[in-house]
C-alpha cells in the first residue's frame, strides 16, 4: 500500500519562508491535514500525519509510527508540495515510490466539501492535548455559554509585533453590539488590552503557530482554539480576502455558525 506521510513542520527544504507572510497557521496545517486525509481516502493511500518535527508536539499527544525514524532523519527535507497544482505535485512525487512525506495547505476550497466523520474524527484525535495543556485550559474561567467575537488584523501584528493603524472601528464596532456573553479573539494582542473593559478576552501572550516555537507562548493560541470548540457562534472579521483558518477549521470540523462580517 503506497502511504503518505503529511508533516507539520515550520520549515521546507524547497520553500523559502518570509515572515509574515510566508508563515503557515494553525489553519494551513488543518486544512492541509483535511487535504491529505481526502487525498489519501480517494485513492485508498494510507495516511500517517506526523506533528513531531513541530514544537507544537510539546502540548498535543502524538504516537510514533513505523516511519518515525524516517521523518526524524529526514527533518530538513521535507518537501512543500502545492506551489502550482497540488494534486498533480504529490502524485508526481510518488513516481517509482510507496512512501512519501510532505506538507501542503492545499487550496481555499478544500472546505467547500463538508467534512465527512472520518476526516472530522482524524482531526479530533490530531487535536487531544496533553495533561499538561489539558490542565492549562480547565484552568481557565469562561462563561457557560458563549460566543467568539474574532479579528484577525493581520500577520505583522503576531509574528512582527508590530501595531496597525485604525483600532478605533474595532473598538467602535465592539461597543455597538451586545458582548455580555462573548469572548474576544484576535491575533492583536494591543485590540485585546485596549478592550478588555468591554469585552471578555482570554489572558496570555498571542502567537503564530507557523512562526513561534516556544511552547510556552504556544499554548495560549493553543488553548483558544481548543476553546473556540465550545462556543455556540463565531463572529469573525478579516484584513484579508477570505475567513481565517483559525476559525473557519473550527466551523468547519464542528459544525459551529460562523458569520463573516465586515467592518
Known amino acids: 500500500m503506497k502511504t503518505v506521510v503529511f508533516v507539520w513542520s515550520q520549515k521546507f527544504c524547497n520553500l523559502n519562508l518570509t515572515p509574515p507572510e510566508g508563515t503557515f497557521g494553525l489553519g494551513d496545517m488543518l486544512r492541509g491535514t483535511v487535504g491529505a486525509l481526502r487525498y489519501c481516502a480517494d485513492r485508498g493511500y494510507e495516511c500517517i500525519i506526523d506533528i513531531s518535527l513541530h514544537p507544537i508536539a510539546q502540548l498535543l499527544i502524538h504516537k510514533p509510527h513505523r516511519y518515525s525514524k524516517v521523518i526524524q532523519d529526514n527533518e530538513n527535507n521535507i518537501k512543500f508540495l502545492g506551489l502550482t497544482d497540488t494534486i498533480r505535485e504529490i502524485d508526481a512525487e510518488f513516481e517509482g515510490k510507496d512512501l512519501i512525506y510532505f506538507f501542503s495547505n492545499f487550496g481555499l476550497n ?11 474524527q482524524k482531526i479530533h484525535e490530531i487535536l ?18 458563549f460566543g467568539i467575537l474574532h479579528f484577525r488584523v493581520g ?8 501595531d496597525i493603524d485604525g483600532y478605533d472601528k474595532y473598538i467602535n464596532f465592539i461597543k455597538s453590539v451586545d458582548t455580555s ?3 474576544l479573539m484576535s491575533d492583536s494582542s494591543t485590540l485585546k488590552q485596549l478592550t478588555k473593559d468591554i469585552i471578555f ?20 493560541t493553543l488553548a483558544e482554539f481548543m476553546i473556540l470548540q465550545q462556543a455556540n457562534i463565531i463572529i ?5 480576502g477570505w475567513p481565517s483558518g483559525f476559525v473557519k477549521l473550527i466551523s468547519y470540523i464542528y459544525d459551529i455558525k460562523l458569520i463573516q462580517i465586515g467592518i
Open 128 to 145: 487531544t492535548p496533553t495533561e499538561y495543556l489539558a490542565s492549562y485550559i480547565a484552568s481557565i474561567k469562561i462563561p457557560r455559554t
Open 236 to 240: 469573525t472579521h478579516s484584513v484579508y
Open 181 to 183: 456573553n462573548m469572548i
Open 201 to 220: 478576552s482570554l489572558e496570555g501572550p498571542t502567537a503564530h503557530i507557523g512562526f513561534h516555537k516556544d511552547a510556552e507562548l504556544l499554548k495560549h
Open 155 to 162: 500577520d505583522k501584528c503576531v509574528v512582527l509585533e508590530e
Open 110 to 120: 478544500i472546505m467547500d466539501t463538508p467534512a465527512n466523520q472520518y476526516i472530522k
